[in-house]
């Protein structure tokens, strides 16, 4: 789909899906307690692949569709492996190249720290299900350290127990989920992260919430303050929302910590460079099938002097389906 978007500023407000990173975690919790899932505002390909993903994986189908969703995969992996469920993953777009970690059942795992949080996550939900007590050893720094935060507070709601000292997780086998299921899944920061970086109010959202992308207040509020270093370690999906804005409202800030950016669902250091490089010279967006490129692009025609063409626009359907008609309700900032 071919989006053309009108330059100039934008105002109104928003309602934001609920958050990815939750829902994954909560979809896996109530499937593993046996309740109703819970409720998800505005869900995305990501989540409905975590949701037929259960499906196939409890109802013994042998392929487990897990679409272009690396969430589905790395959380789902390791429950399958100590489960001892036989299928197949099927994976879609880029997801096959990005890094796995195969699982293995043993006492003691030991997990770089820079590599993908989500490996962690995978590990915390699979490994009370075991027959065995493990180990869980991060070396180095953690990066993204708020998805595994994420992770601890679903496991906690859920009654299942896990004990940190330091870098190592110690993790009782036997146990089982207890969560409660229903209710509503919180709003989404790293989809709020474009309007605000718009200017456009977003609604939805908890203020205290415990998700990591909700550094983008303080992030925006350091770019507008004239600050020239952002480390983004800790939030990379935030990096081409941020990069884009900084092009579009011709600053310069130096990004640290995107080394891991290279394996996403495009190359996003590359593509963001892409993009940039197209809407200052005019040329159509190649989104490279990757929805934040995508929803960056749109934060760059706020601010652009001509209109910006976006090829693949329909990409943002992986996080968040409803974003182009939210974007077209906005009103042009007088």
């Not at 409890?58 to 589905?72: A, I, L, N």
């Not at 303050?225 to 092009?247: E, H, N, R, S």
């Not at 159509?284 to 929805?291: E, I, K, Q, R, S």
């Amino acid at each position: 789909m071919k989006k053309v978007i009108q330059p100039g500023r934008r105002c109104g407000t928003v309602t934001v899906p609920s958050s990815k990173s939750i829902a994954h975690r909560e979809l896996i919790a109530a499937a593993l307690s046996g309740v109703e899932p819970p409720l998800i505002r505005g869900e995305s390909k990501d989540t409905l692949a975590t949701r037929n993903c259960l499906k196939a994986m409890m109802s013994g189908d042998p392929v487990w569709p897990c679409g272009e969703s690396g969430t589905t995969l790395r959380l789902l992996e390791p429950i399958a492996g100590v489960m001892g469920w036989k299928g197949c993953f099927k994976c879609e777009g880029r997801l096959g190249e990005r890094p796995r970690m195969p699982f293995e059942k043993k006492n003691r795992y030991e997990i770089p720290g820079n590599i993908s949080s989500q490996f962690i996550s995978g590990l915390l939900m699979a490994l009370p299900l075991a027959d065995w007590d493990s180990e869980i050893v991060i070396d180095g720094p953690l990066q993204s350290e708020a998805y595994v935060r994420l992770t601890q507070d679903t496991l906690r709601a859920s009654g299942v127990n896990f004990d940190k000292v330091g870098q190592t997780y110690f993790v009782k086998g036997g146990q089982r989920y207890h969560f409660a299921g229903g209710g509503e899944v919180e709003g989404d920061w790293s989809q709020a992260a474009f309007f605000l970086a718009m200017g456009v109010e977003a609604k939805g959202l908890k203020a205290d919430s415990r998700q990591g992308d909700k550094a983008v207040v303080d992030l925006l509020a350091a770019i507008r303050g004239g600050a020239k270093t952002i480390d983004v370690a800790q939030t990379p999906d935030l990096y081409p929302c941020l990069a884009a804005y900084v092009a579009a409202t011709e600053r310069e800030v130096t990004f640290t910590g995107t080394e891991r950016l290279r394996f996403k669902e495009s190359d996003r250091i590359a593509s963001t460079a892409a993009l940039i490089e197209a809407v200052k010279t005019g040329k159509p967006v190649n989104t490279f099938g990757d929805h934040r490129i995508a929803m960056s692009a749109a934060v760059m025609a706020c601010y652009a002097k001509r209109p910006v063409t976006i090829e693949g626009a329909e990409c943002v359907a992986k996080s968040y389906p409803g974003f182009w008609d939210d974007f077209e309700q906005l009103s042009k900032a007088s």
